[in-house]
């Protein structure tokens, strides 16, 4: 259905004058019918002709009457120029007839004309507002001149309907004015409506759409504001822990017991903190947000691995010049004494003794060569190609391959509780992670129980709702004091290790946004490796940004 340009016209403020000005009339009306009935005002209204006075008293009250419900219940289109001023002449009509019956001018009843006029300039913005001036001011000169004339009412006179007449054209200038200048003001307001409102609409995606978590509370502790990367941060996404506006800040008690710490204490900073053993470290800030006494607070949750990447890139930068140089100084060297041991074996070839010893130094020539291509690795570690993978089918591909190129007569099992497991990561950098997981879980497994085994579970963490890789083994385990340091490089508990394998899988795994966790055995379960993978979405997004 199209909308008239006449009703496109009308504003809010011309809507709301409408409105006002038909329960006006319907009030109006029904005051003038009680007066009449009710002997008070006998003696103004309807003493030249009550009959007439009575009719059209009763035919405009029941017509504002039914106009006022018509509006209430909702069936009145008040938009409609042409229908407005349809009723505002009708309003100049019943008034004339009204003070016809009364008297003429004498009655009062003219000066009600007045607000008819005011009413039409507020309205309309067009001419339409002049014309009712003009018609109200030629209904009052016909009523004089019909009654002084042709019905010979010698009190009758020209003059104060003329005045009149002037007074209602002055009333229909200025409150055209007064309108002209009410709807510049509703269009600027308007325009600032909408452009705040887009504003807040621009603030508010942009806050859903940060990286860094962000939450606002009020003095009580009641989360007036939280983001999706506070909700996934918090691992509160699709658990009965559910965060969102109006929840307690207790709902996630760690970011409570900070919160309240920095109440007490506001210049001492949080330590960061785990949702869950799976879970990233998050480091929490906290201002407040408004200097009144029912301030707020936001509070600023940042995945401590963001910051851990700048530095490692600062660090790998410096340190991939100096194990550059090093590892070219040790090698050449490192080569020429593998090969002497080499020469040297081959002519004490009667000697044991000697091909022992030379056996020695071949042993540990290639072990220290092989701790310069993990610091050389490392060094040289590209940016991540990162994509999509289907987990539990990319998994299977690589142990096959695994299997291939292993030495050991090794056994892998595959498990997992939702098939439909979509990861990001680096193909090559992924393999190699597990490449080293798989490897140590085998010559553990083989030193303690005699079994190269080892089970991969992919499954979704219930708290964080993040992917995850879970790797078992038939090793001894690692204790609670060992775990400390299984991260750290150079740190090994074999004989043959070089300690640099799982610190360059946890390094990769932080290039890709994920985690790598040792989880200690307890209830006497088996320890295990944990990959917490990052959110699909958040990651390809993380990684779109650097």
């Not at 760690?254 to 879970?279: C, D, H, I, R, T």
């Not at 550059?324 to 080569?335: C, D, K, T, V, Y």
């Not at 993040?466 to 090793?475: E, N, Q, V």
């Amino acid at each position: 259905m199209q909308t008239s340009k006449s009703a496109v016209d009308l504003g809010l403020l011309a809507q709301g004058t409408t409105k006002v000005y038909i329960f006006y009339r319907c009030a109006l009306a029904l005051v003038l019918l009680a007066l009449y009935y009710s002997g008070a005002a006998r003696h103004i209204f309807g003493i030249d002709n009550p009959q007439l006075y009575q009719l059209t008293a009763i035919g405009y009250a029941s017509a504002t009457t039914l106009t006022a419900a018509l509006l209430l219940i909702g069936h009145r289109d008040t938009g409609n120029s042409l229908l407005l001023f349809s009723q505002f002449l009708l309003d100049l009509i019943v008034l004339t007839l009204l003070m016809h019956s009364s008297g003429g001018l004498s009655s009062g009843l003219g000066l009600l004309m007045l607000i008819t006029v005011a009413a039409s300039s507020l309205v309309f913005t067009n001419q339409l507002a002049l014309l009712t001036a003009a018609l109200a001011s030629i209904l009052l000169l016909t009523e004089e001149l019909i009654s002084a004339y042709l019905l010979n009412d010698n009190s009758r006179t020209i003059f104060p309907a003329g005045l009149l007449g002037v007074v209602l054209f002055l009333t229909a200038a200025l409150f055209r004015i007064l309108n002209q200048r009410l709807r510049q003001s509703e269009a600027i307001a308007l325009r600032e409506s909408d452009q705040s409102l887009h504003l807040q609409d621009l603030n508010q995606l942009i806050i859903q759409r940060m990286l860094t978590g962000i939450v606002v509370v009020d003095t009580s502790g009641k989360i007036e504001l939280i983001n999706n990367a506070a909700v996934e941060l918090l691992g509160a996404e699709k658990t009965d822990m559910a965060l969102n506006s109006g929840t307690s800040l207790r709902a996630s008690p760690l970011l409570q017991k900070g919160y309240e710490a920095w109440l007490n204490k506001p210049w001492q900073k949080m330590s960061a903190f785990k949702v869950s053993e799976s879970s990233t470290e998050i480091q929490a800030k906290f201002a407040n947000l408004e200097r009144s006494e029912n301030k707020s607070t936001i509070i600023f949750l940042e995945d401590t691995r963001i910051a851990a990447q700048n530095a490692q890139r600062l660090k790998l930068a410096s340190l991939g010049r100096l194990t550059g140089s090093i590892a070219h100084e040790i090698r050449n060297p490192l080569g020429a004494i593998s090969h002497a041991a080499q020469l040297l074996a081959e002519e004490q070839d009667g000697a044991s003794s000697s091909k022992r010893l030379s056996e020695i130094i071949i042993k540990h020539t290639q072990r220290l060569n092989q701790v310069i291509e993990n610091v050389s690795q490392l060094s040289r570690r590209k940016a991540p190609d990162a994509q999509n993978l289907h987990l539990e089918s990319w998994l299977n591909n690589f142990i096959e391959d695994y299997r291939l190129s292993s030495p050991n007569d090794s056994t892998i099992e595959v498990a997992t509780d939702k098939p439909a497991t979509i990861i990001v990561f680096d193909t090559s950098q992924l393999h190699q992670v597990l490449t080293n997981l798989l490897e140590n879980a085998h010559r553990h497994g083989l030193e303690y129980s005699s079994q190269a085994w080892a089970k991969c579970l992919c499954h979704i963490d219930p708290l964080t709702q993040r992917p995850c890789l879970d790797l078992f083994d038939r090793g001894p385990g690692i204790t609670t004091e060992q775990v400390a340091h299984i991260f750290e490089p150079f740190y090994t508990t074999s004989h043959t290790g070089s300690g640099l394998g799982l610190y360059l899988a946890r390094e990769l795994c932080e290039i890709n946004f994920a985690t790598l966790d040792y989880h200690v055995a307890e209830n006497a379960k088996p320890g295990f490796f944990r990959i917490g993978f990052a959110h699909p979405e958040q990651a390809q997004q993380r990684l779109h940004n650097d």
